[in-house]
């Protein structure tokens, strides 16, 4: 079957802009999460959805960071007045249900370049 | 807090030469801990996972508590072993997954 998707895979944008990050999840999985992955670091957790119960979004790092699910399934990563550290590889991943135990399937990643 | 901690960047090692992939944790409690792979050009994937005890692609890791360590070992490197690799914690009732900056293995002639 399909696996996770996300769009686009590589965004400009210029300081200051916002941007939209899309991610598909695998059918039928009610756990969904977001990473970044910035040169020379590791992947750095951001939020997470667990069917209707409120996300964790521990991991965010400023308010110009949100992220919202609809229907369960389709989620959005919004950047707010990007700057350039923001540039990284935003990656979404999900999994049949959230639990330490259940394998995360990854997609391919949005490169996003802020300029 | 947990952390995880992939001492190499880099490690080259000859094709048939053994490879240890090393990687050292911090949790208070029970952690679940994972290596991941993603080869060039692929999307990250999940190799192995320590409740499964299992081998994969000739690939073995054992947890060992005493030394808060999941090291990731092969006794004969492969030429398609090239790949970066992740170290990766979940505390279990917490699904998110806390990564180390990744061995990037490199397996020559």
């Known amino acids: 079957g399909a696996g996770v998707s996300q769009s686009p895979s590589n965004k400009v944008t210029e300081k200051g802009k916002d941007v939209e990050l899309r991610c598909d999840p695998i059918s039928g999985h009610t756990a969904l999460y977001w990473y970044r992955q910035s040169l020379g670091q590791g992947l750095e957790f951001l939020i997470y959805?667990?069917?209707?119960?409120?996300?964790?979004k521990s991991g965010l790092p400023s308010d110009r960071f949100s992220a919202e699910r609809t229907g369960g399934s389709v989620s959005t990563l919004t950047i707010q007045r990007t700057q350039q550290e923001d540039s990284a590889v935003y990656l979404c991943?999900?999994?049949?249900?959230?639990?330490?135990?259940?394998?995360?399937?990854f997609g391919p990643g949005t490169r996003l370049t802020v300029t | 807090a947990q952390r995880v901690t992939q001492p190499e960047k880099l490690l080259s090692v000859f094709k048939g030469a053994p490879v240890e992939l090393k990687c050292n944790y911090s949790y208070s409690g029970s952690p679940e801990l994972f290596w991941y792979v993603q080869y060039s050009r692929q999307r990250l994937q999940l190799l192995l996972r320590h409740i499964s005890r299992e081998s994969i692609k000739g690939f073995t890791a054992d947890l060992n508590k005493g030394e808060t360590s999941f090291h990731l070992k092969k006794p004969f490197a492969q030429e398609e072993d090239s790949a970066m690799y992740y170290c990766?914690?979940?505390?279990?009732?917490?699904?998110?997954?806390?990564f180390g900056t990744g061995t990037r293995l490199q397996v020559t002639l």
């Open positions: 959805f667990q069917g209707n119960s409120a996300p964790d």
């Open positions: 991943a999900s999994s049949l249900v959230a639990g330490g135990s259940y394998e995360q399937y």
């Open positions: 990766a914690l979940s505390s279990g009732t917490a699904s998110k997954l806390t």
